[in-house]
């Protein structure tokens, strides 16, 4: 949590230039589509999109996660399904008069080193069907919830995994 | 077209109602906090994403249809992030009882 | 069209309002916590079947405005929940 609000100095400037950029567009389209478009919100435009760049830039420096973008892609495309089934078996769980559950833990040794990536990606299992990543063992693996121990998680959570990594690493 | 629309709306609408059901149902029933948990962040999440798709055909312009989508985003992602924070909590009161 | 939006944000507004009741219990502060959550999605998702029902495109902005704050109270109740156990255990302690 200790986050230090410094401009990160990154490996060259044109780096952190291309960042700075590159970001900025993409606030500047946000604001566009969260606030339409007048000329009068002009100056409080430019605020906002120059201070969301300067935190954006403190919080996660250029260069720290490599994005492929047809990794990116992938992801987004395999997201819509994962979510439906992770929507239906915990409904059709809730909705059944016996209450098919049989909640545990397992541990789950992931490929990714700890890192930012690694939040990523336990953000993202949380939403896929069964697995719930709880936290990190002493030992460095994956603490994780399911709905389900009967379920293969770890080789769920594999397959997702493999897919994440090659959407986003730390760089 | 209108009536196709509005039917499309229904239909997302309802089945997101009844994700938003089953999402308080299972966090009624389920026995545990990290398996209630799960009924809130998958199902309610589910119900959410439905409510907004079918709420898509009846926007009044492109823009409002984007920003519905903006909406959905960002509670997706805060959504996911809260999750882990609770997750973790959930854990830590355990180690502590 | 309209009558048919806002009966559903009802619906969704006294789901939320039963899984409320729920989590309110406890027993531990994650439960509670979950409360900011659930107000999250399912504020927002009446919010918006508001706004299409009702013909009031502001509200859009109350539930994108609801989906930062419940995120935010969420981040500040985990960075504070443990501090506060730990000083209160000093107390009783003390």
Known sequence: MATSWRMPMATDSRNLLAGATTRAAGFCVLWLVLAGYSLGDLPAAAVAVAGATFVSLCLLPPGRWRVSPLGVARLALRFPGQAVMAGVDVARRALDPRLPLRPGFVTYAPRLPPGSARDGFCALASLMPGTLPVGTNEDGTLLVHCLDIGQPAAAQLAAEEAVFMRAVRDG | ?97 | ?94
């Not at chain 2, 938003?20 to 948990?37: C, E, H, I, K, N």
């Not at chain 2, 439905?50 to 009846?58: I, K, M, S």
């Not at chain 2, 992030?81 to 502590?96: S, W």
């Not at chain 3, 419940?70 to 960075?79: E, G, S, T």
């Open chain 2, 1 to 97: 077209m209108r009536v196709l629309f509005d039917s499309f709306t229904v239909l997302a609408v309802s089945a997101g109602a009844v994700f938003f059901l089953a999402g308080t149902v299972g966090l009624l029933r389920f026995p545990d906090s990290l398996s209630r948990l799960h009924a809130l962040t998958k199902a309610d999440n589910l119900g959410l994403g439905l409510v907004v798709l079918g709420l898509l055909p009846q926007a009044t312009g492109p823009l409002v249809a984007l920003k519905l989508i903006t909406v959905w985003l960002l509670a997706q992602l805060a959504g996911a992030i809260v999750t882990q924070l609770v997750a973790r909590a959930v854990r830590r009161e355990n180690q502590e009882a």
């Open chain 3, 1 to 94: 069209m309209a009558e048919f939006l806002i009966a559903a944000a009802g619906f969704v507004l006294a789901m939320v309002a039963l899984g409320l009741a729920r989590i309110l219990r406890g027993p531990g502060d994650a439960d509670r916590m979950m409360a900011a959550q659930l107000l999250g999605t399912g504020g927002i998702a009446a919010l918006l079947l508001l706004a299409a029902g009702t013909d009031v495109p502001a509200a859009v902005d109350a539930a994108l405005t609801l989906a930062l704050l419940a995120a935010f109270v969420a981040v500040a109740f985990v960075n504070n929940a443990p501090r506060t156990d730990a000083a209160e255990r000093r107390a009783t302690d003390g």
